[in-house]
């Protein structure tokens, strides 16, 4: 699990803000009829835990899916970056001490090149207490690909298409 490498502070204390440059996201699809998965380390995660919120950036280029031909259509996308913004709904902030696990929806939008729309997805954090570690969080994101012109972006993809992000979050400094 990648662990955060920048901390922020905005203007005001209670508004932490923390960053992990190397987060891992999964991508599942299917490509000219085929399940792939496509996976990056390299996703980029803006997590504010006072206004209970995320931001998931990657680039394309950076998933790898083991078919060399698919890997040349992401390649293509060098530069064009996807992100993912979501609110946790009904959740004012991410509560890092000790908590029962939690479930949870998240509204949002994604936006790639042309395309910027809402989105919904789903949640859990659960507690981990390891160190620096207070949390393990978990959300997925599927999307019809042709509603998101993500067909016409990626020729080939169809279905469904579905974000899986899995991140650690560090213990908040007044906890």
């Keep these: 699990m990648p662990c955060f490498l920048a901390l922020i502070a905005a203007s005001s204390p ?18 000219n009829g085929l399940p792939v998965l496509a996976t990056t380390n390299d996703a980029q ?8 919120t995320l931001d998931i950036t990657f680039d394309p280029a950076h998933l790898r899916t083991g078919v060399a031909e698919l890997d040349s259509v ?5 530069g064009l970056p996807v992100t993912i913004t979501a609110k946790l709904v ?26 910027d729309d809402p989105i919904l997805g789903t949640g859990h954090l659960e ?4 160190g620096l570690y207070a949390c393990l969080l978990e959300v997925t994101f599927i999307v019809p690909a042709d509603r998101f ?6 020729n080939g993809i169809t279905g469904n298409v579905t974000f899986h992000l899995v991140q650690t979050l560090l213990k908040r400094t007044n906890d």
């Design 14 to 31: 209670a508004q932490v803000v923390f960053r992990s440059l190397s987060s891992p996201l999964h991508v599942k699809a299917f490509w």
């Design 45 to 52: 995660v803006i997590i504010d835990y006072e206004k209970a």
């Design 74 to 78: 992401l390649d293509q996308h060098r």
């Design 90 to 115: 009904g959740v004012d902030h991410i509560q890092t001490l000790k908590h029962p696990p939690m479930d949870f929806d998240l509204e949002g939008r994604l936006a790639h090149m042309n395309v």
């Design 127 to 130: 507690h981990i207490f390891a």
């Design 149 to 154: 012109q993500l067909d016409r972006s990626f």
